[in-house]
């Protein structure tokens, strides 16, 4: 049983309640994906799979057989970083940066959310086939990450200024 991790095969582990963050961390040693609550409410252990933002901690690593997770250390590298990951750094998007990972892959995520036109509690038109990044629809959008230092306008300019759409 395998599930590829940055574009890596890897073999799931034995035990089946490896939780996915545990497998991450402990036993692949990607320390950017974050253990914060442990419990699904803050957002830190935010990753990839096959492009949709999942809660790592809540996540049993043997339910992804199969299947592509991305972690930000997949998203970007020191030489080359994610667009997003460098915007943060522009706009002042993290202070302690704990949360920051999980931010990073929760946005890139959400923006394929917003083009494949999935509506949030704040989308003014659900039968509209695109959606636009509205600061509002962005904070509502982002609300399952908790940033403790309280960098929310940096990580809000950061993602606005990589995803927004130029004006016509």
């Not at 949030?120 to 990044?133: E, M």
Request: charged share 20%; proline share 4%.
């Amino acid at each position: 049983m395998h599930m590829k991790v940055n574009g890596e095969a890897v073999a799931l582990p034995d035990d089946p309640r490896v939780s996915l963050l545990d497998l991450l961390r402990e036993n692949l040693r990607l320390s950017g994906t974050k253990k914060g609550c442990n419990q699904g409410a803050c957002g830190a252990c935010t990753v990839l799979v096959d492009g949709e933002r999942i809660l790592s901690c809540l996540a049993l690593a043997v339910q992804y057989e199969g299947r592509s997770v991305t972690t930000i250390e997949g998203l970007g590298t020191v030489a080359a970083l994610h667009p997003l990951q460098a915007a943060f750094v522009e706009h002042d998007g993290f202070q302690c940066g704990y949360c920051t990972p999980g931010q990073i892959c929760s946005a890139v995520a959400m923006v394929e959310e917003l083009r494949r036109g999935v509506p949030s509690h704040v989308t003014a038109d659900l039968g509209s086939a695109t959606i636009a990044l509205s600061r509002d629809e962005l904070r509502e959008r982002m609300s399952g990450n908790l940033c403790r230092c309280g960098a929310y306008n940096g990580i809000v300019d950061a993602i606005e200024a990589t995803f927004a759409e130029p004006a016509e």
